[in-house]
């Protein structure tokens, strides 16, 4: 099982950017997917989380109103929609699906055994 996340870049305050998280070596019809990101010293912070029926999504309070996740099971595809992007999103994004299908979103990183190698993220001037 692989997860491939792209997407990422630099771009200047209140720019927007997608990114993108491809699944492979199963199907991920029935898996919840989530966006995680982490920067230099710090724990990895949960950002968003879908579940395998796309109705329930939960955002970190930090990203509330500006990220958008969905996904799209025929292309086996989580997306990462960023608006009005801030200094304090810089970080590398991760996506990332548990091992058991069905299950509800969770928080915590240890709850998901795939991850994908993360793309960064630089929001500067």
């Known amino acids: 099982v692989q997860l491939q996340a792209s997407g990422g870049g630099l771009v200047r305050p209140g720019a927007s950017l997608t990114l993108s998280c491809t699944g492979s070596?199963?199907?991920?019809?029935?898996?919840?997917w989530a966006w995680f990101r982490q920067t230099p010293g710090k724990e990895r912070e949960f950002v968003a989380a879908?579940?395998?029926?796309?109705?329930?999504?939960t955002y970190a309070d930090s990203v509330k109103g500006r990220f958008t996740i969905s996904r799209d099971s025929d292309k086996n595809t989580l997306y990462l929609q960023m608006n009005a992007l801030n200094s304090e999103d810089t970080a590398v994004y991760y996506c990332?699906?548990?091992?058991?299908?069905?299950?509800?979103?969770?928080?915590?990183?240890?709850?998901?055994?795939?991850w994908g190698q993360g793309t960064l993220v630089t929001v500067s001037s």
């Open positions: 879908i579940n395998w029926t796309g109705r329930d999504i």
């Open positions: 990332a699906s548990p091992e058991e299908y069905g299950g509800d979103v969770s928080f915590r990183p240890d709850d998901y055994e795939y």
């Open positions: 070596g199963r199907t991920f019809d029935f898996a919840t």
